[in-house]
């Protein structure tokens, strides 16, 4: 690895802890643990299965069900049998998880804003498209 590479990775990794920082803090606040947080994040615009939502946070199945039981006893998230597959169950956000997501997302932005606030817009569209360019070419972030 070159020198500049090595600045870039250290880079980044001083933006995921600061960008960390600032998710654990937010889930703390709402009594939330950090994939609790992620479930409701990833919910926010989609019904998916169990299986499916355990498989992109890596999870087994007894830990997803143990962490919807939870969040399903709190009123955040319902389960529902598949509308194409009667066997296999959905989990969706409830109006107060619904909520609480778009509460926390909102969080999020106006704590990281002050990251990229003194960047021209310019640079905020490069910064943004190069991000996205380095996750689709990662594999890192797969599901599972």
Do not use: C, W
């Amino acid at each position: 690895m070159t020198d500049e590479q090595d600045d870039v990775v250290d880079m980044l990794v001083q933006t995921a802890f600061a960008t960390m920082a600032v998710l654990n803090r937010v889930a703390a606040e709402h009594d939330l643990s950090l994939t609790q947080l992620r479930v409701l994040g990833i919910l926010r615009d989609r019904r998916l299965r169990m299986s499916v939502l355990a498989d992109y946070l890596g999870l087994d199945k007894s830990t997803m069900t143990g962490l919807v039981q939870r969040a399903a006893k709190r009123g955040l998230l319902a389960r529902a049998p598949s509308p194409g597959d009667g066997r296999a169950v959905e989990v969706f956000l409830t109006p107060d998880g619904a909520a609480l997501a778009q509460s926390g997302r909102d969080q999020v932005a106006r704590a990281l804003a002050p990251l990229t606030a003194a960047l021209p817009p310019a640079d905020r569209r490069r910064l943004q498209g190069l991000l996205a360019r380095m996750l689709d070419a990662g594999g890192i972030l797969e599901p599972g």
